[in-house]
């Protein structure tokens, strides 16, 4: 009888949980406006606060939908947001003689928003998966840069990496202890043994190794990028594909990391929710 009665209290309290994530989905934060002041503080206001739901409904959108389902949209002439939200707060505001700036949160309304993709036949996701702990690898010009402070593509994942999205990520902090508990070569060479090790030292079960290498090219002039993704799991390494292929390559004149650190973190959120 006792085994029964914690058994539910651990599927209660998981789902407590779970719930709990789902929740924070729905809340956009950092959303920005910018207009022209016209010299009507209330009209500007108001102005920003339509601009904001659309901002804000278009960014939950793409958190929770995949791109065919985002597609269907388009045959919405108007879509009423703001009978979809919860709640908003002007988190900051700045108002000058020409400009007139505002930074908006905006909390949806759970329930809302599901019926409404529920009624229009849209499928949405909202399943917050575990954390995955991440390995940045960036290799530039044949140095290996992972726990070092001038690892830039560790930075700009970061940075890109939307912590009230679906897909969580943990990033390990760059320091010396990191560095002597496992290096590049090791994970790029798929040493098991050190990877779960490192694993375990962080309370993690799964790792997802995104490897930039960039070289230059003196015959065209241009920075060769390479990225590609893997997940490292119980079941060994599996090969993510980034837009239906093993790697994305492109070249360019300069470093374009930050840029492909925005593409890979949107499709590792697709390939989240095709999971």
Known sequence: MKKIILKVLLINLCFFFNAEADVSI??????????????????LREKAKK??????????????LEPSEIRKLERFEKIDI?????????????ITDINYSANILVNFNPDQVLNFFDSSKI??????????LVFPIFKKFNTFYL?????????YLLDEYDELGLLKLYFPKKNHINKIQISPKQILKQ??????????KKNKRKALIIFLEENYNLEINKVNSTVSAMLFSDKGFET??????DVYKENSKLSNAKLLSKIIINELDVWWKKQ
């Not at 040493?191 to 375990?200: G, K």
């Open 26 to 43: 729905y809340t956009v934060k950092d959303n920005q406006v910018f207009l022209q002041n016209d010299g009507n503080v209330l009209k």
């Open 51 to 64: 601009l904001a739901f659309d901002n804000a409904f278009n960014i939950l959108v793409k958190k929770i």
């Open 82 to 94: 703001s009978s979809l939200i919860k709640d908003f707060k002007i988190v900051e505001e700045k």
């Open 123 to 132: 499928k949405s996701k909202v399943l917050v998966s575990e954390e995955y």
């Open 147 to 155: 726990w070092e402070n001038d690892n830039i593509w560790y930075d």
């Open 191 to 200: 040493d098991d043994e050190s990877i779960r090790n490192f694993l375990i």
């Open 240 to 245: 993510i594909k980034l837009f239906q292929n």
